[in-house]
Protein backbone atom coordinates (compact mmCIF):
# COMPACT_ATOMS: atom_id res chain seq x y z
CA UNK A 1 0.00 0.00 0.00
CA UNK A 2 0.82 2.98 -0.56
CA UNK A 3 1.62 5.40 2.73
CA UNK A 4 1.97 8.78 0.75
CA UNK A 5 -1.93 8.60 -0.31
CA UNK A 6 -4.10 10.68 1.34
CA UNK A 7 -4.11 10.38 5.19
CA UNK A 8 -7.20 11.06 8.18
CA UNK A 9 -5.39 12.25 10.86
CA UNK A 10 -7.85 10.20 14.01
CA UNK A 11 -8.35 11.50 16.97
CA UNK A 12 -9.72 8.56 19.18
CA UNK A 13 -11.40 5.35 18.45
CA UNK A 14 -14.38 5.24 19.69
CA UNK A 15 -15.61 1.60 18.85
CA UNK A 16 -13.96 -0.98 17.19
CA UNK A 17 -14.38 -4.62 16.58
CA UNK A 18 -13.72 -6.96 13.23
CA UNK A 19 -16.70 -6.26 11.64
CA UNK A 20 -16.40 -1.96 11.50
CA UNK A 21 -15.18 0.69 13.49
CA UNK A 22 -16.03 4.51 14.44
CA UNK A 23 -13.66 6.44 14.48
CA UNK A 24 -13.56 10.35 15.91
CA UNK A 25 -11.25 12.93 14.35
CA UNK A 26 -11.47 16.31 13.30
CA UNK A 27 -10.26 17.55 10.15
CA UNK A 28 -10.91 20.14 7.05
CA UNK A 29 -14.13 19.57 5.40
CA UNK A 30 -12.27 19.41 1.89
CA UNK A 31 -10.73 16.30 3.41
CA UNK A 32 -13.99 14.67 5.16
CA UNK A 33 -14.19 11.47 3.33
CA UNK A 34 -17.26 10.05 1.54
CA UNK A 35 -19.72 7.35 1.68
CA UNK A 36 -18.21 4.26 -0.53
CA UNK A 37 -14.44 5.23 0.24
CA UNK A 38 -12.44 2.80 0.57
CA UNK A 39 -10.21 3.32 3.16
CA UNK A 40 -7.17 1.17 4.85
CA UNK A 41 -5.43 0.96 8.86
CA UNK A 42 -3.02 -0.79 10.14
CA UNK A 43 -3.52 -3.57 12.72
CA UNK A 44 -1.02 -6.27 14.02
CA UNK A 45 0.87 -3.55 14.80
CA UNK A 46 1.38 -2.37 11.40
CA UNK A 47 1.68 -6.30 9.87
CA UNK A 48 -1.61 -6.33 8.59
CA UNK A 49 -3.66 -3.80 6.90
CA UNK A 50 -7.49 -3.88 7.35
CA UNK A 51 -9.52 -3.00 4.95
CA UNK A 52 -13.29 -0.84 4.84
CA UNK A 53 -15.52 0.94 3.47
CA UNK A 54 -17.09 4.81 4.83
CA UNK A 55 -20.35 3.99 5.72
CA UNK A 56 -21.38 6.42 7.78
CA UNK A 57 -20.21 10.48 8.41
CA UNK A 58 -21.66 11.83 10.87
CA UNK A 59 -20.72 15.85 12.05
CA UNK A 60 -20.64 16.22 15.28
CA UNK A 61 -22.21 19.19 17.22
CA UNK A 62 -20.00 22.10 16.92
CA UNK A 63 -20.73 24.42 19.40
CA UNK A 64 -18.19 27.10 18.07
CA UNK A 65 -19.74 27.32 14.82
CA UNK A 66 -23.20 27.21 16.15
CA UNK A 67 -22.19 30.49 18.25
CA UNK A 68 -20.75 32.00 14.95
CA UNK A 69 -23.34 31.24 12.73
CA UNK A 70 -25.99 33.46 14.23
CA UNK A 71 -24.17 36.45 13.35
CA UNK A 72 -21.41 35.33 10.51
CA UNK A 73 -23.26 36.91 7.13
CA UNK A 74 -22.26 35.39 4.00
CA UNK A 75 -23.02 38.36 1.72
CA UNK A 76 -20.87 40.81 4.26
CA UNK A 77 -17.70 41.67 2.81
CA UNK A 78 -16.46 41.81 6.36
CA UNK A 79 -16.76 38.70 6.99
CA UNK A 80 -14.94 36.52 4.39
CA UNK A 81 -12.42 35.91 6.45
CA UNK A 82 -14.58 34.46 8.98
CA UNK A 83 -16.04 32.16 6.69
CA UNK A 84 -13.28 31.15 4.67
CA UNK A 85 -11.90 30.19 7.84
CA UNK A 86 -14.54 27.70 8.96
CA UNK A 87 -14.24 26.24 5.39
CA UNK A 88 -10.96 24.98 6.11
CA UNK A 89 -11.09 24.76 9.88
CA UNK A 90 -11.02 21.34 11.34
CA UNK A 91 -14.33 20.09 12.20
CA UNK A 92 -15.20 17.63 14.23
CA UNK A 93 -16.32 14.30 12.33
CA UNK A 94 -17.05 11.04 13.51
CA UNK A 95 -16.59 8.27 10.46
CA UNK A 96 -18.01 4.85 10.21
CA UNK A 97 -15.79 2.15 8.39
CA UNK A 98 -17.15 -1.61 7.91
CA UNK A 99 -14.56 -4.04 7.18
CA UNK A 100 -14.56 -6.13 3.91
CA UNK A 101 -11.05 -7.69 4.07
CA UNK A 102 -7.69 -7.24 4.45
CA UNK A 103 -4.11 -8.41 3.36
CA UNK A 104 -0.95 -9.10 4.85
CA UNK A 105 2.92 -8.32 4.37
CA UNK A 106 2.63 -10.36 0.79
CA UNK A 107 -0.23 -7.89 -0.25
CA UNK A 108 -2.54 -10.37 -0.95
CA UNK A 109 -6.40 -9.79 -0.59
CA UNK A 110 -7.91 -11.77 1.59
CA UNK A 111 -12.61 -11.25 1.87
CA UNK A 112 -13.34 -12.03 5.57
CA UNK A 113 -12.87 -10.52 8.86
CA UNK A 114 -9.45 -9.10 9.66
CA UNK A 115 -7.84 -11.24 12.56
CA UNK A 116 -7.98 -8.07 14.79
CA UNK A 117 -9.82 -4.73 15.15
CA UNK A 118 -7.60 -1.26 14.84
CA UNK A 119 -6.27 -0.44 18.20
CA UNK A 120 -5.58 2.97 18.74
CA UNK A 121 -4.26 4.09 15.18
CA UNK A 122 -2.21 7.39 14.13
CA UNK A 123 -3.86 7.34 10.89
CA UNK A 124 -6.25 5.90 8.63
CA UNK A 125 -5.36 6.29 4.68
CA UNK A 126 -7.98 6.54 1.67
CA UNK A 127 -6.80 3.92 -0.35
CA UNK A 128 -5.65 5.40 -4.25
CA UNK A 129 -7.38 4.41 -7.58
CA UNK A 130 -4.83 1.67 -7.88
CA UNK A 131 -5.59 0.18 -4.91
CA UNK A 132 -9.07 0.13 -4.88
CA UNK A 133 -9.03 -1.70 -8.39
CA UNK A 134 -6.68 -3.94 -6.80
CA UNK A 135 -9.13 -4.40 -4.17
CA UNK A 136 -12.12 -4.91 -6.37
CA UNK A 137 -10.60 -6.99 -9.24
CA UNK A 138 -11.86 -9.98 -7.31
CA UNK A 139 -16.18 -9.11 -6.25
CA UNK A 140 -15.67 -10.96 -2.81
CA UNK A 141 -15.33 -7.51 -1.34
CA UNK A 142 -19.15 -7.60 -1.45
CA UNK A 143 -19.66 -11.11 0.67
CA UNK A 144 -18.75 -9.40 3.85
CA UNK A 145 -21.34 -6.36 3.35
CA UNK A 146 -23.86 -8.62 2.67
CA UNK A 147 -23.52 -10.85 6.32
CA UNK A 148 -22.79 -6.90 7.85
CA UNK A 149 -26.01 -5.52 9.57
CA UNK A 150 -26.32 -1.91 11.00
CA UNK A 151 -24.81 -1.21 7.72
CA UNK A 152 -26.74 0.97 5.01
CA UNK A 153 -25.65 -2.30 2.61
CA UNK A 154 -27.47 -1.82 -0.30
CA UNK A 155 -26.83 1.41 -1.28
CA UNK A 156 -23.25 1.24 -0.10
CA UNK A 157 -22.75 -1.93 -2.39
CA UNK A 158 -24.11 0.25 -5.11
CA UNK A 159 -22.19 3.53 -4.76
CA UNK A 160 -19.11 1.12 -4.23
CA UNK A 161 -19.58 -0.56 -7.81
CA UNK A 162 -20.75 2.79 -9.27
CA UNK A 163 -17.43 4.39 -7.87
CA UNK A 164 -14.79 1.69 -8.35
CA UNK A 165 -16.87 1.04 -12.34
CA UNK A 166 -15.39 4.50 -12.90
CA UNK A 167 -11.71 3.68 -12.61
CA UNK A 168 -12.50 1.01 -15.77
CA UNK A 169 -13.94 3.16 -17.96
CA UNK A 170 -17.09 5.44 -18.61
CA UNK A 171 -20.75 4.15 -19.22
CA UNK A 172 -20.83 2.09 -22.75
CA UNK A 173 -17.26 0.89 -22.50
CA UNK A 174 -16.13 -2.55 -22.46
CA UNK A 175 -13.40 -2.17 -19.84
CA UNK A 176 -16.59 -1.20 -17.61
CA UNK A 177 -18.34 -3.83 -18.61
CA UNK A 178 -15.59 -6.41 -18.09
CA UNK A 179 -15.46 -5.46 -14.75
CA UNK A 180 -19.34 -4.96 -14.01
CA UNK A 181 -20.47 -8.21 -15.00
CA UNK A 182 -18.57 -10.25 -13.15
CA UNK A 183 -19.10 -8.41 -10.23
CA UNK A 184 -23.14 -8.43 -10.60
CA UNK A 185 -23.41 -11.92 -11.11
CA UNK A 186 -21.63 -12.22 -7.94
CA UNK A 187 -24.11 -9.88 -6.53
CA UNK A 188 -26.89 -12.01 -8.26
CA UNK A 189 -26.15 -15.24 -7.05
CA UNK A 190 -26.15 -14.39 -3.40
CA UNK A 191 -29.27 -12.46 -3.56
CA UNK A 192 -31.30 -15.27 -5.72
CA UNK A 193 -33.88 -14.72 -2.91
CA UNK A 194 -33.99 -11.26 -3.05
CA UNK A 195 -34.78 -9.96 -6.64
CA UNK A 196 -36.14 -6.83 -5.39
CA UNK A 197 -33.64 -5.87 -3.47
CA UNK A 198 -31.36 -7.16 -6.86
CA UNK A 199 -32.90 -4.57 -8.74
CA UNK A 200 -33.19 -1.66 -6.22
CA UNK A 201 -29.15 -1.80 -6.31
CA UNK A 202 -28.69 -2.57 -10.29
CA UNK A 203 -31.01 0.49 -10.51
CA UNK A 204 -28.47 2.60 -9.29
CA UNK A 205 -25.16 1.28 -10.91
CA UNK A 206 -25.21 3.18 -15.01
CA UNK A 207 -23.86 0.35 -16.71
CA UNK B 1 -31.27 8.10 53.04
CA UNK B 2 -31.26 11.75 50.82
CA UNK B 3 -32.18 11.84 47.58
CA UNK B 4 -29.08 12.83 46.42
CA UNK B 5 -27.31 9.73 47.71
CA UNK B 6 -30.28 7.89 45.96
CA UNK B 7 -29.69 9.18 42.71
CA UNK B 8 -25.95 8.51 43.12
CA UNK B 9 -24.67 12.24 42.63
CA UNK B 10 -20.89 12.90 44.24
CA UNK B 11 -21.91 16.56 45.37
CA UNK B 12 -24.37 16.49 48.37
CA UNK B 13 -26.50 19.84 47.57
CA UNK B 14 -28.79 19.59 50.25
CA UNK B 15 -25.99 20.02 52.96
CA UNK B 16 -24.80 23.09 51.14
CA UNK B 17 -28.35 24.73 51.57
CA UNK B 18 -27.25 27.14 53.90
CA UNK B 19 -24.31 28.32 52.58
CA UNK B 20 -25.89 28.64 48.99
CA UNK B 21 -28.35 30.79 50.75
CA UNK B 22 -25.66 32.75 52.82
CA UNK B 23 -23.41 32.95 49.27
CA UNK B 24 -26.89 34.61 47.50
CA UNK B 25 -27.45 36.56 50.20
CA UNK B 26 -23.45 38.43 50.07
CA UNK B 27 -24.45 38.80 46.14
CA UNK B 28 -27.05 40.55 46.41
CA UNK B 29 -25.74 42.44 49.45
CA UNK B 30 -22.80 43.28 47.28
CA UNK B 31 -25.05 44.14 44.37
CA UNK B 32 -26.68 47.28 46.37
CA UNK B 33 -23.31 48.56 47.88
CA UNK B 34 -21.73 48.23 44.14
CA UNK B 35 -24.63 50.31 42.84
CA UNK B 36 -24.61 52.80 45.14
CA UNK B 37 -20.51 53.32 45.02
CA UNK B 38 -21.17 53.08 41.04
CA UNK B 39 -23.04 56.20 40.64
CA UNK B 40 -19.76 58.37 42.96
CA UNK B 41 -17.46 56.71 40.76
CA UNK B 42 -19.25 58.03 37.40
CA UNK B 43 -19.65 61.31 39.36
CA UNK B 44 -16.02 61.33 40.16
CA UNK B 45 -14.82 59.93 36.57
CA UNK B 46 -16.72 62.86 35.01
CA UNK B 47 -15.45 65.62 37.54
CA UNK B 48 -12.11 64.18 37.13
CA UNK B 49 -9.35 66.79 36.87
CA UNK B 50 -6.76 66.84 34.21
CA UNK B 51 -4.08 64.37 33.17
CA UNK B 52 -1.15 66.30 34.64
CA UNK B 53 -3.24 67.14 37.78
CA UNK B 54 -3.82 63.52 38.03
CA UNK B 55 0.20 62.43 37.91
CA UNK B 56 1.20 65.26 40.04
CA UNK B 57 -1.60 63.96 42.68
CA UNK B 58 -0.07 60.52 42.47
CA UNK B 59 3.40 62.05 43.09
CA UNK B 60 2.29 63.49 46.34
CA UNK B 61 1.33 60.35 47.59
CA UNK B 62 3.69 57.70 46.86
CA UNK B 63 2.16 55.25 49.26
CA UNK B 64 -0.43 54.84 46.81
CA UNK B 65 1.49 54.78 44.04
CA UNK B 66 1.28 51.20 43.46
CA UNK B 67 -2.33 50.92 44.07
CA UNK B 68 -3.65 53.88 41.41
CA UNK B 69 -3.42 53.96 37.70
CA UNK B 70 -1.58 56.98 36.29
CA UNK B 71 -2.42 59.08 33.34
CA UNK B 72 -0.17 57.29 29.97
CA UNK B 73 -0.91 60.48 28.16
CA UNK B 74 -2.96 64.02 28.40
CA UNK B 75 -5.98 62.68 26.49
CA UNK B 76 -8.68 63.55 29.53
CA UNK B 77 -9.66 60.24 31.93
CA UNK B 78 -12.94 61.18 31.24
CA UNK B 79 -12.98 60.99 27.22
CA UNK B 80 -14.62 57.69 25.34
CA UNK B 81 -12.75 56.67 22.84
CA UNK B 82 -14.68 55.47 19.54
CA UNK B 83 -12.99 53.60 16.31
CA UNK B 84 -15.69 54.07 13.57
CA UNK B 85 -12.96 53.21 10.79
CA UNK B 86 -12.59 49.24 9.16
CA UNK B 87 -10.17 47.45 9.88
CA UNK B 88 -7.37 48.60 6.82
CA UNK B 89 -6.88 46.25 3.89
CA UNK B 90 -3.69 43.79 4.75
CA UNK B 91 -3.74 44.18 8.34
CA UNK B 92 -2.25 41.45 9.70
CA UNK B 93 -3.67 39.52 13.15
CA UNK B 94 -1.78 36.67 15.02
CA UNK B 95 -3.21 35.10 17.91
CA UNK B 96 -1.95 32.06 20.55
CA UNK B 97 -3.20 30.38 22.93
CA UNK B 98 -1.54 27.24 25.55
CA UNK B 99 -2.75 24.37 26.89
CA UNK B 100 -1.16 21.51 29.13
CA UNK B 101 -1.03 18.08 30.59
CA UNK B 102 0.50 18.84 33.95
CA UNK B 103 2.40 15.82 35.48
CA UNK B 104 0.74 12.94 36.72
CA UNK B 105 2.83 10.81 39.48
CA UNK B 106 -0.14 8.36 39.25
CA UNK B 107 -0.04 7.87 35.55
CA UNK B 108 1.40 4.94 33.72
CA UNK B 109 4.14 7.49 32.49
CA UNK B 110 5.70 10.66 33.92
CA UNK B 111 5.66 13.30 31.69
CA UNK B 112 4.07 16.69 30.41
CA UNK B 113 3.10 18.50 27.33
CA UNK B 114 2.61 21.91 27.11
CA UNK B 115 0.68 22.92 23.10
CA UNK B 116 0.42 25.94 21.40
CA UNK B 117 -2.02 27.13 18.92
CA UNK B 118 -2.35 30.28 17.36
CA UNK B 119 -3.93 32.03 14.04
CA UNK B 120 -2.77 34.00 11.40
CA UNK B 121 -5.64 36.30 10.54
CA UNK B 122 -5.28 38.54 7.45
CA UNK B 123 -7.82 40.92 6.49
CA UNK B 124 -7.58 40.09 2.70
CA UNK B 125 -10.69 37.52 1.75
CA UNK B 126 -9.01 34.40 2.08
CA UNK B 127 -8.70 31.83 4.80
CA UNK B 128 -6.60 32.33 8.05
CA UNK B 129 -3.66 30.50 8.36
CA UNK B 130 -3.94 27.54 11.94
CA UNK B 131 -0.78 26.88 13.51
CA UNK B 132 -0.64 24.41 16.48
CA UNK B 133 2.86 23.05 18.00
CA UNK B 134 3.07 20.50 20.70
CA UNK B 135 6.32 19.94 23.05
CA UNK B 136 6.27 16.33 25.10
CA UNK B 137 8.44 16.98 28.42
CA UNK B 138 10.02 13.60 29.97
CA UNK B 139 13.70 14.22 31.03
CA UNK B 140 14.51 14.34 34.96
CA UNK B 141 15.40 18.54 34.73
CA UNK B 142 12.10 19.21 33.18
CA UNK B 143 9.94 16.97 35.38
CA UNK B 144 11.75 17.61 38.58
CA UNK B 145 12.59 20.98 40.71
CA UNK B 146 16.08 21.78 42.67
CA UNK B 147 14.44 19.39 45.34
CA UNK B 148 13.76 16.40 43.73
CA UNK B 149 9.94 17.49 43.74
CA UNK B 150 7.29 17.18 40.46
CA UNK B 151 6.92 20.59 39.31
CA UNK B 152 3.74 22.19 39.90
CA UNK B 153 3.52 26.22 39.77
CA UNK B 154 6.52 26.10 37.37
CA UNK B 155 4.22 24.38 34.37
CA UNK B 156 2.26 27.80 34.30
CA UNK B 157 5.25 29.66 33.83
CA UNK B 158 6.46 27.57 31.39
CA UNK B 159 3.19 27.97 29.48
CA UNK B 160 3.40 31.49 29.62
CA UNK B 161 6.74 31.77 28.60
CA UNK B 162 5.85 28.91 25.30
CA UNK B 163 2.68 31.14 24.35
CA UNK B 164 4.56 34.25 24.10
CA UNK B 165 7.54 32.88 22.40
CA UNK B 166 5.33 31.29 19.84
CA UNK B 167 3.43 34.75 19.60
CA UNK B 168 7.02 36.36 18.43
CA UNK B 169 7.29 33.43 15.76
CA UNK B 170 4.12 33.40 14.43
CA UNK B 171 5.10 38.17 13.94
CA UNK B 172 7.83 36.71 12.18
CA UNK B 173 6.39 34.83 9.77
CA UNK B 174 3.33 37.36 9.27
CA UNK B 175 6.36 39.62 8.55
CA UNK B 176 7.47 37.68 5.98
CA UNK B 177 4.21 36.37 4.54
CA UNK B 178 3.70 40.54 4.15
CA UNK B 179 4.72 44.01 5.41
CA UNK B 180 1.32 45.19 7.22
CA UNK B 181 2.20 47.70 9.74
CA UNK B 182 1.25 47.04 12.27
CA UNK B 183 1.01 42.97 12.95
CA UNK B 184 -1.27 42.96 15.78
CA UNK B 185 0.16 40.51 18.02
CA UNK B 186 -2.97 39.31 20.77
CA UNK B 187 -2.49 37.08 23.31
CA UNK B 188 -5.35 35.87 25.87
CA UNK B 189 -3.93 37.17 29.29
CA UNK B 190 -2.72 40.15 30.84
CA UNK B 191 0.80 41.23 28.91
CA UNK B 192 2.35 42.77 32.00
CA UNK B 193 4.60 39.92 33.38
CA UNK B 194 2.39 37.90 36.56
CA UNK B 195 5.38 36.46 38.48
CA UNK B 196 7.59 38.19 40.92
CA UNK B 197 10.98 37.43 39.73
CA UNK B 198 12.15 35.59 43.45
CA UNK B 199 12.87 32.34 41.95
CA UNK B 200 15.66 31.57 39.15
CA UNK B 201 13.61 30.17 37.14
CA UNK B 202 11.32 33.06 37.43
CA UNK B 203 14.43 35.41 36.18
CA UNK B 204 15.38 32.87 33.26
CA UNK B 205 12.21 33.11 32.04
CA UNK B 206 10.80 36.78 32.37
CA UNK B 207 14.49 37.73 30.48
CA UNK B 208 13.34 35.31 27.61
CA UNK B 209 9.48 36.67 27.98
CA UNK B 210 11.02 40.23 27.44
CA UNK B 211 13.58 38.77 24.27
CA UNK B 212 9.97 37.65 22.89
CA UNK B 213 8.81 41.18 23.06
CA UNK B 214 11.65 42.62 21.51
CA UNK B 215 11.66 40.44 18.70
CA UNK B 216 7.69 41.20 18.07
CA UNK B 217 9.32 44.91 18.19
CA UNK B 218 11.80 44.32 15.27
CA UNK B 219 9.05 42.40 13.26
CA UNK B 220 6.69 45.67 13.29
CA UNK B 221 4.59 43.81 15.59
CA UNK B 222 2.23 45.38 18.40
CA UNK B 223 2.16 42.98 21.06
CA UNK B 224 -1.12 43.20 23.26
CA UNK B 225 -2.94 41.37 25.74
CA UNK B 226 -6.42 41.04 26.03
CA UNK B 227 -8.40 39.95 29.52
CA UNK B 228 -11.75 40.08 29.87
CA UNK B 229 -13.76 40.42 32.89
CA UNK B 230 -10.56 42.00 34.33
CA UNK B 231 -10.12 42.33 37.95
CA UNK B 232 -8.65 45.07 39.83
CA UNK B 233 -9.80 48.56 40.91
CA UNK B 234 -6.28 50.98 39.71
CA UNK B 235 -8.63 53.22 37.64
CA UNK B 236 -11.26 53.70 40.81
CA UNK B 237 -7.79 54.25 43.09
CA UNK B 238 -6.72 56.66 41.15
CA UNK B 239 -10.07 58.75 41.28
CA UNK B 240 -10.20 57.82 44.92
CA UNK B 241 -6.77 59.57 45.77
CA UNK B 242 -7.90 62.21 43.23
CA UNK B 243 -10.98 63.22 45.69
CA UNK B 244 -8.96 62.83 48.73
CA UNK B 245 -6.42 65.24 47.70
CA UNK B 246 -8.84 67.31 46.11
CA UNK B 247 -9.28 71.08 46.73
CA UNK B 248 -12.36 70.58 49.09
CA UNK B 249 -13.58 67.96 50.96
CA UNK B 250 -16.83 66.41 51.24
CA UNK B 251 -18.50 63.11 53.59
CA UNK B 252 -18.99 61.61 49.93
CA UNK B 253 -15.15 62.30 49.53
CA UNK B 254 -14.28 60.40 52.58
CA UNK B 255 -16.08 57.25 51.45
CA UNK B 256 -14.66 54.82 50.48
CA UNK B 257 -15.44 52.14 47.48
CA UNK B 258 -14.95 48.98 48.78
CA UNK B 259 -16.61 46.61 46.61
CA UNK B 260 -16.64 48.29 42.79
CA UNK B 261 -14.29 47.61 39.98
CA UNK B 262 -12.80 49.19 37.88
CA UNK B 263 -14.86 46.36 34.90
CA UNK B 264 -18.10 47.48 37.03
CA UNK B 265 -17.23 51.12 36.45
CA UNK B 266 -16.45 50.92 32.32
CA UNK B 267 -19.37 48.76 31.81
CA UNK B 268 -21.03 51.76 32.29
CA UNK B 269 -18.93 54.17 31.38
CA UNK B 270 -18.56 52.64 28.17
CA UNK B 271 -20.52 52.14 25.20
CA UNK B 272 -19.35 49.23 22.45
CA UNK B 273 -17.22 49.77 20.42
CA UNK B 274 -15.20 52.79 22.98
CA UNK B 275 -12.13 52.25 25.02
CA UNK B 276 -10.75 54.56 27.52
CA UNK B 277 -7.50 56.81 27.87
CA UNK B 278 -4.47 54.99 27.80
CA UNK B 279 -3.12 54.05 32.20
CA UNK B 280 -0.23 52.46 33.18
CA UNK B 281 1.01 51.36 36.50
CA UNK B 282 3.73 52.46 38.29
CA UNK B 283 4.16 48.66 39.92
CA UNK B 284 7.83 46.84 40.61
CA UNK B 285 7.09 44.71 37.58
CA UNK B 286 6.54 47.56 35.26
CA UNK B 287 9.32 49.17 36.12
CA UNK B 288 11.23 45.94 35.56
CA UNK B 289 9.80 46.18 31.84
CA UNK B 290 10.50 49.52 31.41
CA UNK B 291 14.33 48.46 32.42
CA UNK B 292 13.87 46.13 29.44
CA UNK B 293 11.88 49.16 26.92
CA UNK B 294 9.01 47.36 27.53
CA UNK B 295 6.78 49.55 30.16
CA UNK B 296 3.15 48.39 30.04
CA UNK B 297 0.43 50.48 29.10
CA UNK B 298 -3.46 49.66 29.42
CA UNK B 299 -7.04 50.70 28.61
CA UNK B 300 -10.14 49.23 29.20
CA UNK B 301 -12.14 48.55 26.24
CA UNK B 302 -15.94 47.62 25.49
CA UNK B 303 -16.39 44.90 22.85
CA UNK B 304 -20.24 44.04 23.65
CA UNK B 305 -23.14 44.64 22.79
CA UNK B 306 -25.91 47.39 23.52
CA UNK B 307 -27.42 46.48 26.68
CA UNK B 308 -24.43 43.47 27.24
CA UNK B 309 -21.20 44.99 27.79
CA UNK B 310 -17.98 43.11 27.81
CA UNK B 311 -15.02 45.04 29.03
CA UNK B 312 -11.85 43.77 28.81
CA UNK B 313 -8.37 45.45 29.97
CA UNK B 314 -6.04 45.72 26.78
CA UNK B 315 -2.18 46.40 27.92
CA UNK B 316 0.52 46.63 25.09
CA UNK B 317 3.90 48.00 25.31
CA UNK B 318 4.17 51.80 25.72
CA UNK B 319 6.34 51.61 22.16
CA UNK B 320 3.26 50.78 20.60
CA UNK B 321 0.49 52.52 22.91
CA UNK B 322 2.70 55.82 21.51
CA UNK B 323 2.00 55.24 18.11
CA UNK B 324 -1.54 56.68 17.09
CA UNK B 325 -2.56 54.66 13.98
CA UNK B 326 -1.34 51.39 15.38
CA UNK B 327 -3.93 52.11 18.20
CA UNK B 328 -6.40 52.85 16.14
CA UNK B 329 -6.20 49.61 14.01
CA UNK B 330 -5.96 47.72 17.04
CA UNK B 331 -8.87 49.33 18.13
CA UNK B 332 -10.95 48.36 14.80
CA UNK B 333 -9.54 45.16 14.88
CA UNK B 334 -10.92 43.76 18.30
CA UNK B 335 -14.37 45.86 17.58
CA UNK B 336 -14.81 43.82 14.33
CA UNK B 337 -13.00 40.53 15.53
CA UNK B 338 -15.56 40.14 19.00
CA UNK B 339 -18.49 41.13 16.79
CA UNK B 340 -19.10 37.96 15.72
CA UNK B 341 -18.65 35.74 19.07
CA UNK B 342 -20.50 38.53 21.06
CA UNK B 343 -17.43 39.70 23.11
CA UNK B 344 -14.98 36.95 22.41
CA UNK B 345 -12.11 37.92 19.29
CA UNK B 346 -12.22 35.77 16.51
CA UNK B 347 -8.71 35.21 16.61
CA UNK B 348 -8.24 34.30 20.39
CA UNK B 349 -11.05 31.97 20.25
CA UNK B 350 -9.62 29.65 17.11
CA UNK B 351 -6.40 29.65 19.01
CA UNK B 352 -7.91 28.12 22.12
CA UNK B 353 -9.41 26.30 19.99
CA UNK B 354 -6.27 25.36 18.13
CA UNK B 355 -4.49 24.81 21.31
CA UNK B 356 -7.06 23.06 23.16
CA UNK B 357 -5.76 19.51 24.77
CA UNK B 358 -8.83 17.62 26.13
CA UNK B 359 -9.08 14.81 28.39
CA UNK B 360 -10.31 12.48 25.56
CA UNK B 361 -6.63 13.49 23.86
CA UNK B 362 -5.15 12.91 26.98
CA UNK B 363 -6.89 9.68 27.56
CA UNK B 364 -5.34 8.88 23.32
CA UNK B 365 -1.99 10.06 24.47
CA UNK B 366 -1.45 7.76 27.85
CA UNK B 367 -2.76 5.17 25.74
CA UNK B 368 -0.16 5.33 22.80
CA UNK B 369 2.65 5.74 25.25
CA UNK B 370 1.72 2.18 27.11
CA UNK B 371 1.12 0.71 23.73
CA UNK B 372 4.39 1.66 22.64
CA UNK B 373 5.87 0.59 26.05
CA UNK B 374 4.22 -2.88 25.62
CA UNK B 375 5.27 -3.24 22.40
CA UNK B 376 8.89 -2.93 23.86
CA UNK B 377 8.05 -5.58 26.49
CA UNK B 378 7.27 -3.10 29.40
CA UNK B 379 4.25 -3.24 31.45
CA UNK B 380 3.25 -0.02 32.73
CA UNK B 381 0.24 0.86 34.10
CA UNK B 382 -1.51 3.91 36.58
CA UNK B 383 -1.86 3.71 40.29
CA UNK B 384 -4.64 2.02 41.47
CA UNK B 385 -5.62 5.22 43.23
CA UNK B 386 -5.72 6.81 39.38
CA UNK B 387 -7.53 3.69 38.27
CA UNK B 388 -9.92 4.11 41.08
CA UNK B 389 -10.99 7.81 40.41
CA UNK B 390 -11.27 6.66 36.45
CA UNK B 391 -14.06 4.51 37.25
CA UNK B 392 -15.80 7.41 39.28
CA UNK B 393 -15.04 9.96 36.68
CA UNK B 394 -16.91 8.41 33.90
CA UNK B 395 -20.08 9.36 35.52
CA UNK B 396 -18.82 13.60 34.79
Redesign the interface.
Known amino acids: MDKTTNAITI ?2 VLRADIRSFVV ?1 SRIPEPEVPTFGTFVWVPIQ ?1 GHSKLIGLVYDIRLQDDP ?1 LR ?2 AV ?2 DETN ?6 I ?2 Q ?3 AIPVEISVAAVGYCNEDELYRYGLPPQPP ?2 LKQIFVCTPKEVKAITQQPDWIRLLLETRDVPTDALIARTLERSAGLYGNPGTKEREAYLIPALRYLARYMTREPLRLETILQQIKS | MHTSAIMGDMLHLEQLKDSVEALSQKVVKSHQQRTLELETALRWLEEVPDSNTLREQVKAAPDLAESAAIPATDVPLNQRITQTNAVPKETAVVAVDGSQIAPDRHAAVLYYLIQVGGLLFRYNSEAPLPFAKANLYHEDTDLFDQEGLVITWQLGLRRTVAEIVYLAELTKIAHKVAHPSPIIALTDGPLLWTYRNQRDEEKQAFATYMEALTTMQKEGGMPAGFTERPGGNPLISLLALSKKLGPSKTAEQERELRTLTDHDLMARFLKPGQRSAWLQRSSEMNTQHAHHGHRIWFCYINVGEPGYPVIARLETPEWAAQQTTWCETLHAVLVQQAEVLHGNPYVLARAHELALVTNKDKAALDIALQQRLFEQGIESHTSEKARQKSYLSWQR
Not at chain 1, 77 to 82: D, I, K, S, W
Request: proline fraction near 5%; charged fraction near 25%.
Open positions: GNAQFHLSVPQHQEFADRERMI
